[in-house]
């Protein structure tokens, strides 16, 4: 995946920050659900050192404020799995009250209810949405042109 994002090939792209890859998940029954992928590769945040392990998380605490002020979320949540995928990377999901599972974790609910397809009207606008709420919180971010 980081390959294709570095060759300019995939298409939920949103930022480069300076420790991570930020992308629009594919589960998007939880709007504004995105995946940063650390730059670095560890397969544990205690390995990562920890000037990178803060940097990492500094950002992602940025990137979560700029996608709530898109979404407008009841809670975020934050999960760093890696078991079928061992790199770091965080996942931000947004919750909302009116989802009747809100207080248990996502990955109860059958993946084939999760991944919601966004129209691309709605896919870029949302992408775009948060790019620009990225810009304003990392002016060295690396955003793609719309």
């Given at each position: 995946?980081?390959?294709?994002?570095?060759?300019?090939?995939?298409?939920?792209?949103?930022?480069?920050?300076?420790?991570?890859?930020?992308?629009?998940?594919?589960?998007?029954?939880?709007?504004?659900?995105?995946?940063?992928?650390?730059?670095?590769?560890?397969?544990?945040?205690?390995?990562?050192?920890?000037?990178?392990?803060?940097?990492?998380?500094?950002?992602?605490?940025?990137?979560?404020?700029?996608?709530?002020a898109v979404v407008?979320?009841?809670?975020?949540?934050?999960?760093?799995?890696?078991?079928?995928?061992?790199?770091?990377?965080?996942?931000?999901?947004?919750?909302?009250?009116?989802?009747?599972?809100?207080?248990?974790?996502?990955?109860?609910?059958?993946?084939?209810?999760?991944?919601?397809?966004?129209?691309?009207?709605?896919?870029?606008?949302?992408?775009g949405s948060i790019?620009?709420?990225?810009?304003?919180?990392?002016?060295?971010?690396?955003?793609?042109?719309?």
């Amino acid at each position: 995946m980081i390959d294709r994002i570095k060759a300019a090939g995939f298409r939920d792209f949103i930022a480069e920050l300076n420790s991570c890859y930020v992308i629009l998940g594919d589960q998007q029954l939880y709007r504004g659900y995105c995946v940063l992928l650390a730059k670095l590769h560890a397969t544990e945040l205690y390995l990562m050192p920890a000037d990178a392990a803060r940097l990492l998380c500094d950002e992602m605490r940025l990137v979560a404020d700029a996608i709530a002020a898109v979404v407008k979320p009841w809670k975020m949540n934050y999960e760093c799995l890696g078991n079928s995928e061992p790199h770091v990377h965080w996942h931000l999901l947004p919750r909302y009250e009116t989802d009747e599972m809100r207080r248990g974790p996502i990955w109860l609910r059958p993946e084939s209810e999760r991944k919601v397809i966004l129209d691309e009207n709605d896919r870029r606008a949302l992408i775009g949405s948060i790019r620009s709420q990225v810009a304003a919180r990392f002016h060295d971010a690396r955003i793609p042109p719309a």
